[in-house]
């Protein structure tokens, strides 16, 4: 891997997720679940040898890869300079199975030779607890056991034990194949399975991807953002993680490096809606199933929970790990979980909205999903216009943030639209009456009428990037010109060149050194939004030249070179991509 890019790719199947570098080596994943032990973490720099999974090609001159096409199946091939090449296919299973998915965790790569003679060499290096110890192995005639704790993995092959226990060249003179997942026993031959798994799971995702409702334009890319953020959703939860990664800083040598593996409630209602708007209702039904299943009684949420249901994420430092390309320290567990984000109410009840409108669901919403969603618009009622870290998780102060509040009014608003929906006259009138409220105080304390634009918190003189989102939540038209006035003033203040920071001022870890990738989608689409499209169709070209050679999108750019920062793959960028695509294509009627 390029030690200066996070040129990688995702393989996943709502169980299991797996970063491959561009020659197909396996360096980030995490067992058992997406938050767990990071058996393979050669991306985070281990002090001892191994955390990867490498198919090396003797001589190696130069790689090419790419998704076969509207699907998570990762194809690499890799050239020497004699003119003998390997082609590697990688996937994680995924199948309708006996009425449910077929999904394990496992990660099965088919290897044949392309051209010529290639010799090969094959490591399999996983690690435990976070890279600080090698896990104990057994072999037996076809496979190799690791011990890794609370997992046992099991590798089935039809390459020789011995070529592969002790890592020894070998020409590779026909296809060969290796499954690695739980300690069990195949009950066909590893080839025949690896062949139909590699058929049955290219089926399903280019069955998934047909029933997307896609714009007309950058399909590719929209497709592409679509499957990575499925593969964000743990399905045993329906949690919905904020990216696959911990600990790659937002900027060179900065102390801004958080382990993203857990579900931020927010971030998980933006993926839920962005995949709303193509069609992909089913995560939206995952995704509420989990919120169900951590809300209380009282409605009080927590910023962010674990994958499995855990709401105490104890943040430490890991020694073992020296970091992404050297730069520690690398965390685990993240403290934002204690802090107050009071739009995380919001959130939910916006990602829960469509339940009672759409009429494809199997099961929608009805009076009794209302009256579990209540309380947390009794919340919101409660924390409009208190204190809080907001969205950007402040760690040194609290302010009354205009996002906060205005999230606060959408759960009321939103209750309100739900109660007209199921006829509860009574609710709809003490949920309105309260929006409304809600509605004219953040107007009086969140406009500034002097500088002519809203600001990031009450009476406060601030612009953040989050204002850029009050039209689209619906909060104000986006032909107001105070929305329009405060569109221009962020693109003034907040943008460099073609990216935008999230904010400017100072906070509790200094400037900010790159910009937010979402925030940088949220200012194409509020571009368009009040009128001036054919400026954010240029900038929302120019934003997608930045993707990686795979189509994606970390959380952070630099601002001079573009640099990929921030963790990987980032559910935030794709959703952003997403929402600005959608708004700025031409309609499918152009096509005709």
Request: proline fraction near 5%; include cysteine; aromatic fraction near 10%.
């Amino acid at each position: 891997m390029s030690e200066a890019t996070l040129d990688l790719g995702l393989v996943g199947n709502g169980s299991f997720a797996a970063l491959l570098d561009k020659r197909g080596r396996v360096v980030w994943g995490c067992l058992p679940a997406f938050d767990g032990d990071p058996t393979f973490c050669a991306l985070l720099s281990p002090k001892r040898e191994g955390g990867d999974y490498a198919i090396e090609l003797e001589d190696f001159a130069e790689s090419e890869q790419h998704y076969l096409p509207n699907t998570a199946v990762l194809r690499t091939i890799l050239r020497d300079g004699r003119g003998n090449a390997v082609e590697i296919t990688d996937f994680a299973p995924r199948w309708h199975r006996h009425g449910r998915f077929y999904r394990p965790v496992m990660l099965v790569r088919r290897v044949r030779p392309l051209l010529g003679h290639p010799r090969i060499r094959i490591r399999l290096r996983p690690l435990a607890d976070y890279g600080a110890s090698q896990p104990e192995t057994t072999w037996g005639s076809n496979h190799i056991r690791y011990l890794v704790p609370g997992f046992t993995l099991r590798l089935t092959s039809d390459v020789p034990v011995r070529l592969l226990r002790d890592e020894l060249p070998f020409a590779l003179d026909s296809e060969l194949h290796l499954v690695l997942g739980p300690d069990e026993t195949l009950t066909q031959s590893v080839s025949a399975f690896a062949r139909s798994a590699e058929e049955l799971t290219i089926a399903y995702w280019r069955n998934w991807v047909r029933y997307l409702s896609i714009p007309l334009e950058w399909q590719e890319a929209v497709i592409r953002s679509a499957i990575t953020l499925k593969l964000c959703q743990y399905e045993d939860t329906g949690a919905i993680v904020a990216a696959m990664t911990t600990s790659i800083p937002e900027a060179p040598h900065t102390p801004r490096n958080w382990d993203y593996r857990y579900c931020w409630l927010r971030d998980a209602a933006f993926v839920v809606r962005a995949l709303n708007r193509l069609g992909a209702t089913r995560t939206m039904e995952d995704y509420l199933r989990y919120v169900f299943n951590i809300a209380t009684s009282d409605g009080v949420l927590q910023p962010l929970y674990g994958i499995g249901f855990e709401t105490q994420l104890a943040e430490e430092e890991v020694d073992s790990l020296a970091g992404y390309r050297g730069m520690g320290p690398v965390r685990r567990g993240n403290l934002a979980w204690v802090q107050k984000q009071h739009d995380v109410y919001g959130s939910v009840v916006l990602a829960s909205a469509q339940l009672f409108f759409d009429r494809r669901l199997e099961n929608p919403g009805d009076l009794s999903t209302f009256q579990r969603l209540e309380p947390l618009g009794e919340r919101a009622l409660a924390l409009h216009d208190q204190p809080d870290a907001g969205l950007w998780e402040f760690r040194g102060r609290a302010h009354v943030h205009t996002y906060s509040s205005v999230m606060c009014w959408a759960a009321c608003d939103r209750l309100a639209k739900i109660a007209v929906q199921l006829g509860l006259d009574e609710r709809a009138k003490y949920w309105r009456g309260h929006a409304d409220d809600i509605h004219e105080r953040i107007v009086a304390h969140a406009y500034d009428a002097e500088r002519g634009h809203f600001v990031e918190s009450l009476d406060g003189h601030r612009l953040d990037a989050s204002l850029l989102l009050l039209a689209d939540i619906g909060f104000v038209k986006p032909d107001d010109p105070r929305f329009v006035a405060t569109v221009e003033a962020i693109g003034e203040q907040l943008k460099r060149g073609d990216a935008l920071f999230r904010y400017i001022a100072p906070d509790d870890f200094g400037d900010p050194e790159t910009s937010f990738t979402i925030c940088t989608f949220w200012y194409i689409d509020a571009l368009a939004a009040i009128g001036r499209k054919d400026e954010a169709r240029r900038m929302f070209e120019r934003l997608l030249s930045r993707r990686n050679h795979l189509g994606l999108l970390s959380e952070d750019l630099a601002f001079d070179d573009g640099e990929a920062w921030g963790n990987f793959p980032q559910t935030y960028s794709h959703v952003g991509l997403i929402i600005a695509a959608m708004r700025l294509s031409r309609p499918w009627q152009d096509a005709a």
